[in-house]
């Protein structure tokens, strides 16, 4: 209930959704632990892995997109796996004037990418990730990029700028 509604927060969350969280507060559930939890508290090696990803983050077309990469090389750096990329994929995706955010994860091989998705202001994240055999939400989406390196994440960054250009027109 909580992490499928952004902690209630996502425009698509439904009235029954927030009718069952007013049950589970009523209830006594403790909303203060869960959230921290779940959304606030990270260990210190997962902290490391953000400042790496995060410094190297890349805007493409005119700023409307940002992709940030986690590779093999991040995880052995900071004692962490592919397990712990979860959600900072939102830090690109709330930077003002970003509509298309996208995370790539190097896979074990180095020959593949696992890429994660996130769009707001009527871009579509599942038409991306179409492009690539993905699929998902209109908000949500991911898929598996075939090709490993700067080839794999060139293709993303054509795809992504192409997709943004035909966007706006």
Do not use: P, W
Request: charged share 25%; proline share 0%.
């Amino acid at each position: 209930l909580i992490t499928d509604s952004g902690a209630l927060t996502f425009s698509n969350t439904s009235v029954e959704t927030l009718n069952i969280a007013a049950k589970l507060a009523a209830y006594g559930v403790d909303r203060y632990t869960i959230i921290q939890k779940l959304f606030k508290e990270i260990r210190r090696e997962v902290f490391q892995l953000k400042l790496r990803v995060l410094s190297r983050a890349e805007f493409l077309a005119d700023g409307k997109c940002g992709l940030i990469v986690f590779k093999q090389s991040d995880f052995a750096a900071t004692g962490t796996t592919d397990l712990d990329t979860e959600g900072m994929i939102n830090n690109i995706v709330n930077i003002e004037g970003v509509s298309l955010a996208i995370a790539a994860s190097e896979r074990d091989d180095m020959n593949s990418y696992q890429v994660s998705v996130r769009a707001k202001d009527g871009v579509n994240a599942a038409a991306f990730a179409e492009k690539f055999g993905g699929g998902g939400h209109i908000c949500a989406s991911g898929l598996r990029l075939l090709k490993g390196g700067e080839e794999g994440l060139n293709e993303l960054r054509t795809a992504a700028e192409e997709f943004l250009s035909a966007q706006d027109k």
